[in-house]
């Protein structure tokens, strides 16, 4: 069973990770969605979402972008990160287990909060 969350606005993948409305969190196995919940997005705060989804068993976040201090630490947890993701939050999962997800993002070097 792998769990894989994605940063989502209106279940559509987010193009900044921290400033999503939620995170749909899908249980994966076999290649197939077996499950799948949302969970609002509980603060923005400096490290505080990876460890907070790492809490949740995630394996692998996926986002439109994310700040290099949130990589370093899903890095730091084994979660595997992949950026640079558009669309809707279930077809994108689907595409990742089918190995067709097109991602290519880098980590967002400009913050302004």
């Known amino acids: 069973m792998k769990k894989i969350a994605v940063a989502s606005d209106n ?4 193009g900044h990770f921290g400033h999503c409305e939620s995170f749909e969190i899908f249980e994966t196995e076999g290649g197939k969605i077996l499950a799948e919940q949302s969970v609002a997005n ?18 692998v976040i996926i986002s439109g972008g994310m700040g290099g201090g949130a ?35 880098s980590v967002c070097r400009e913050h302004n909060h």
């Open 42 to 59: 509980p603060g923005h705060k400096p490290g505080f979402l990876p460890n907070y989804l790492n809490e949740a068993g995630v394996h």
């Open 71 to 105: 990589v370093q630490i899903f890095e730091e947890h084994g979660i595997e990160v992949v950026l640079g993701a558009k669309g809707n939050s279930k077809a994108v999962v689907q595409a990742y287990l089918d190995g067709t997800l097109e991602a290519g993002g």
């Open 11 to 14: 279940k559509t993948v987010c």
